[in-house]
């Protein structure tokens, strides 16, 4: 199974941006969807945004949509979550994973997802 780790977290300040960054090592089967997850404290763990297989359409909740990019480099086996106009409300640990696919879709619930990195803090301040 492959490990999956992330880097790129901060503190920043409302309006900032920050690029988050997860590698995967080991083995990575390219069958599966990248996605990135974020859970605040006390919150459940939310989705953000995601890869499919193949990697030509990209899906965003509607809490980042238009502020956060992601995108992945297939020869560094690497997704980045790039993200802008940054809100306190953003504030939590951010958190990248593997799982299954459905079609050149991806599923939303964390239950889906096999392999997950250690996390990486976002702090936003006012």
């Known amino acids: 199974q492959g490990r999956l780790v992330e880097s790129g977290g901060g503190s920043v300040q409302a309006g900032g941006s920050l690029r988050l960054s997860c590698t995967a090592s080991?083995?990575?089967?390219?069958?599966?969807?990248l996605t990135w997850f974020r859970q605040a404290p006390g919150e459940e763990r939310e989705w953000v945004a995601a890869i499919p297989p193949g990697g030509s359409v990209t899906d965003y909740s509607a809490s980042v949509k238009g502020r956060f990019t992601i995108s992945q480099d297939n020869a560094k086996n690497t997704i980045y979550l790039q993200m802008n106009s940054l809100t306190p409300e953003d504030t939590a640990m951010y958190y990248c994973a593997s799982g299954r696919s459905i079609g050149a879709s991806c599923y939303t619930a964390p239950r889906n997802y096999d392999t997950w990195g250690q996390g990486t803090q976002v702090t936003v301040s006012s």
């Open positions: 080991g083995y990575t089967d390219n069958r599966k969807c």
